[in-house]
């Protein structure tokens, strides 16, 4: 166990649903990030806050939501998905941003759009 | 970051060291070399990282060139539990937190 977890851990959902991923961390991180990793491809970051703030958006679709309610807690709402968002999306903490500081990752939420 | 290369795939039989290269033939003076692993269907896990000199926790051994351009990391008494994709990432020591992944090394562990 890492100290961050996830849920779901598995969702399906139609492209007209709307849907969240949750993550939270008991580690007293201070930032919290979202990555996506499709079959066959490398991880790639979505999303960092720190503090609550967001400090990146690295092009994400706008269907894609994020929202960080304190430091302890990472959501990702979905909204009109297409089939090709059907990833593990997988949610890490750090100590701080902006800082050689390690990152811990949950488990990731399995996600097929249909 | 710098970019790094590893082999695709790699096999180990159980019992003994698994030695997993990483080039990082550009890698500048403030970049730490960093692994992580994947066990399928889980999050990445952090295994060590270094910046110049031979580092040793719990999990596992790095061994960093004295030139810097290369890296290997040993895992002493290889288990099953040990198949995964391992990722060399080189980071720089300050600014952003981005880990950039790339296609890793899949290691098999053989009973």
């Known amino acids: 166990e890492t100290g961050v977890t996830q849920t779901p851990r598995h969702l399906v959902m139609g492209m007209t649903n709307k849907k969240s991923l949750k993550c939270e961390q008991h580690l007293g991180h201070n930032a919290m990030y979202w990555y996506k990793q499709s079959a066959k491809k490398p991880l790639e970051l979505m999303f960092v806050?720190?503090?609550?703030?967001?400090?990146e958006n690295n092009s994400v679709p706008s269907r894609f939501s994020p929202e960080c309610p304190n430091s302890s807690h990472l959501f990702l709402h979905l909204h009109t998905l297409q089939p090709e968002d059907s990833a593990l999306y997988l949610c890490?903490?750090?100590?701080?941003?902006?800082?050689?500081?390690?990152?811990?990752f949950g488990p990731g939420t399995r996600l097929l759009v249909l | 970051d710098a970019k790094t290369t590893q082999p695709p795939s790699m096999d180990c039989a159980e019992g003994r060291a698994a030695n997993l290269p990483c080039n990082h033939s550009?890698?500048?003076?403030?970049?730490?070399v960093y692994w992580y692993r994947q066990i399928h269907s889980q999050g990445p896990q952090y295994i060590i990282h270094?910046?110049?000199n031979n580092e040793t926790n719990e999990m596992a051994s790095l061994i960093i060139t004295e030139d810097r351009k290369s890296s290997t990391l040993i895992l002493p008494h290889a288990t099953l539990r040990d198949t995964a994709v391992y990722y060399c990432i080189v980071r720089a020591s300050f600014g952003n937190e981005k880990l950039t992944f790339g296609t890793g090394t899949r290691l098999t562990i053989i009973p």
């Open positions: 270094g910046l110049k």
């Open positions: 806050y720190n503090f609550k703030e967001q400090t």
């Open positions: 550009t890698i500048s003076g403030n970049e730490y």
């Open positions: 890490a903490s750090s100590r701080a941003y902006g800082v050689q500081e390690t990152q811990y």
